[in-house]
């Protein structure tokens, strides 16, 4: 049974700092591209940045220079730091895992207030 936990999210005023991480079990982790969405409501999930297995890392260019992804695979957890947050950086932050097939993460709520 595959299930990805994410932890983190909360309301933190526009300019600061929060971090997310996913703990993800029952997948080979080490071989998975992982990857984090939002979704904000009224608006479809977007992706926010995702890594692979080697380390290459992709961002959307609304977060780049201030969330970095990372991941552990001794932890089987990836993370997001996310920095100079911003009132629109708001959403359900979605934790994902990608071989052959997507699992997702039930999802953690960030709120920037402004």
């Known amino acids: 049974q595959v299930q990805l936990v994410e932890s983190g999210g909360g309301l933190v005023q526009a300019g600061g700092s929060l971090s997310l991480s996913c703990a993800a079990s029952g997948i080979i982790f080490s071989i998975h591209t992982m990857g984090w969405y939002r979704q904000a409501p009224g608006k479809q999930r977007e992706l926010v940045a995702t890594?692979?297995?080697?380390?290459?890392?992709n961002y959307a260019d609304s977060v780049k220079g201030r969330f970095t992804i990372s991941r552990d695979n001794a932890k089987n957890t990836v993370y997001l730091q996310m920095n100079s947050l911003k009132p629109e950086d708001t959403a359900v932050y979605y934790c994902?895992?990608?071989?052959?097939?997507?699992?997702w993460g039930q999802g953690t709520q960030v709120t920037v207030s402004s």
């Open positions: 994902n895992s990608a071989y052959g097939r997507d699992y």
């Open positions: 890594i692979t297995r080697g380390g290459s890392t």
